[in-house]
């Protein structure tokens, strides 16, 4: 089981790597067809969202079984998928847009749309989520590396907000305010189990 983790673990880190190139190489060539595959790396990035924190909420319920399995399986890849998650989202970001501002000037500010104000919001609150995401920062930060991470919960319903204002990924954001509702649900799970 663990060589199997450590492979899946390696295999997340190389298509992380690979995306990272993909983005780079999009910017050297941004008249290439990018934005249908931006889309696809938007609704990526909500299906990953929803894999980083479904280990934490399966925890505070305190599953058993199968459940407890896929737990601590999520777990031991969270800091991989998390990372993942991110260059997806900076590469929806990058290739729904970011290329457009490349080629053609950044917009009139006002012009910009609500929702899209929502993607930049999460994609920020994401971003030292990403950044901290090592052992070295771990060991810095102690618990504050904690405080920081619990933005998490915070971008889940910017991501949602995005995507249900947005033009046509509602379904995207009624999965992201069903994996925000379950993060409350745990935490009060939690707060009920403290108090009996
Ligand atoms: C700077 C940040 C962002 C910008 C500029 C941005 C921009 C956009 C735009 C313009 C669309 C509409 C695409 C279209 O229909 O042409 C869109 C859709 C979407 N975005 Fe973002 N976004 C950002 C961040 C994010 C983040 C962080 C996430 C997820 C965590 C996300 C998830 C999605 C999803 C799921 C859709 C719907 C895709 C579909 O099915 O059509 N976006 N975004």
Not at 167 to 186: C, D, F, M, N, R
Request: charged share 15%; net charge positive; with cysteine.
């Amino acid at each position: 089981m663990l060589k199997h983790i450590q492979l899946l673990k390696r295999l997340i880190v190389c298509g992380t790597y690979a995306l990272w190139v993909l983005v780079l190489f999009s910017i050297v060539k941004p008249t290439l067809p990018w934005s249908e595959l931006g889309e696809l790396m938007g609704e990526a990035a909500i299906g990953m969202l929803v894999i980083v924190t479904l280990p934490g909420i399966l925890k505070r319920f305190e599953v058993t079984g199968v459940y407890k399995q896929i737990q601590l399986l999520l777990m031991s890849v969270r800091r991989q998928t998390g990372d993942l998650m991110f260059t997806f989202a900076v590469a929806h970001a990058v290739w729904v847009r970011i290329l457009l501002y490349i080629r053609f000037g950044l917009p009139d500010p006002a012009s910009i749309p609500l929702f899209q104000i929502f993607g930049t919001l999460t994609l920020l609150l994401l971003f030292p989520l990403f950044l901290t995401s090592n052992n070295f920062s771990v060991r810095l930060l102690k618990k504050n590396w904690q405080r920081i991470h619990y933005l998490v919960y915070i971008a889940v319903w910017f991501a949602a907000l995005h995507t249900l204002l947005g033009i046509e990924g509602q379904i995207w954001g009624i999965l992201a305010v069903g994996i925000g509702v379950a993060q409350i649900a745990s935490w009060m799970n939690v707060y009920k189990k403290h108090r009996t």
